[in-house]
C-alpha cells in the first residue's frame, strides 16, 4: 500500500476509534484458548495477541479477559468436551509444555495490508515516555468506553518528546476529539500518536529522534485537565502502550 494512502487509513481508523469505540471484552474460559477465540470472532490470532499484548499465546489464564477489536457482542466459543479434557490433562502432567492446538498462533501471517510484519510479542523500553506524568486514563475498557491509548496528567505546555526516531506523517488538527495531533512512523510498522497538544512544533515530513522536543501539551477539546493522550500503533491496530514503555 503506498506510503500516502496508508497515511489516511491510519487517521480514518483514529476517527472511526474515537467517533464508535467499537469492540468487546471476552473473558477466557476453561479449555479455550487464543487460536479457538480468535477464530469464533473472525479475527487474526496475531492481532488479537498483538492487541492484547499477550507474549505467550499459549497460556491464557482462566478468567482473563481480551479485548476482540471491531466485534459488536460477545460471542459463545465452542470447544468439545474431547478437546477440554485433553486439554486440561496437558495442563496438569506438563504446564510448562503448550498444548499443540495453539500452534497455528505461531504461524498466523499479519495482514497483507501492513507493510512489514511486526515483532510477535511486545519489546520493553522499545518507545521512551512522551512526558513525565502520571497516567490518569489507562488502556482498553472503562465504563463502557474503549481508549485505545493512554493520556498522562501534566501541566499544560509541558514539553512533549519523540517516543523513538521516525518521519512526522501527520501534524495538525483536523482529527475531530484529539485537538492539535502528531503521528510518527517509525520503523517495523510502528506509528505513535500524540494527541491534546496546545501547539505543535514539527512539521509534516520532518524526521525527528528519540527525546526530540514535538510539541506543548494542552487540554483535550472537551475540555477539563490538561493532559497529553498517547497510543502505539502496528499499523493501524492499537496496542497498549505499557508492554513498549521502560
Known amino acids: 500500500m503506498p506510503i500516502r494512502a496508508f497515511i489516511l487509513v491510519l487517521i480514518f481508523s483514529l476517527l472511526a476509534g474515537c467517533a464508535s469505540r467499537k469492540g468487546v471484552y471476552h473473558t477466557v ?6 487460536y479457538r ?10 492481532q488479537l495477541a498483538r492487541v492484547n499484548g499477550v507474549s505467550d499465546p499459549t497460556r491464557l489464564r482462566v478468567g482473563q479477559r481480551l479485548y476482540i477489536p471491531q466485534a459488536s457482542r460477545v460471542q459463545t466459543v465452542p470447544k468439545t468436551i474431547k478437546a477440554a479434557k485433553s486439554e ?10 503448550p498444548p499443540r492446538s495453539v500452534s497455528p498462533v505461531k504461524t498466523s501471517s499479519p495482514a497483507k495490508s501492513k507493510p512489514a510484519p511486526p515483532p510477535k510479542s511486545p519489546t520493553k523500553g522499545l518507545f521512551a515516555y512522551p512526558v513525565k506524568g502520571k497516567i490518569v ?12 491509548g493512554v493520556e498522562f496528567a501534566v501541566p ?8 523513538a526516531k521516525g518521519r512526522v506523517i501527520y501534524s495538525g488538527n483536523g482529527i475531530k476529539g484529539y485537538g492539535h495531533l502528531i503521528i510518527i512512523k517509525h520503523r517495523d510498522s510502528y506509528y505513535t500518536v500524540y ?18 522536543r514535538i510539541a506543548l501539551s494542552g487540554v483535550p ?5 490538561a493532559r497529553l493522550h498517547f497510543e502505539i500503533r502496528i499499523g493501524k491496530e ?5 508492554f513498549y514503555l521502560p
Not at 29 to 34: F, S, Y
Not at 156 to 163: Q, W
Not at 195 to 212: F, H, I, P, S
Open 221 to 225: 477539546p472537551s475540555g477539563g485537565q
Open 195 to 212: 494527541g491534546y497538544n496546545e501547539q505543535n512544533l514539527v512539521a509534516n515530513g520532518v524526521d525527528v529522534v528519540r527525546g526530540q
Open 156 to 163: 499544560r505546555g509541558t514539553t512533549v518528546m519523540a517516543a
Open 37 to 46: 477465540i480468535s477464530q469464533t470472532y473472525g479475527v487474526d490470532p496475531t
Open 29 to 34: 474460559k476453561q479449555g479455550q484458548t487464543l
Open 238 to 242: 492499537a496496542v497498549n502502550p505499557i
Open 88 to 97: 486440561s490433562a496437558v495442563a496438569k502432567l506438563q504446564p510448562k509444555v
Open 137 to 148: 486514563k489507562h488502556f482498553g475498557e472503562r465504563a463502557g468506553n474503549i481508549n485505545r
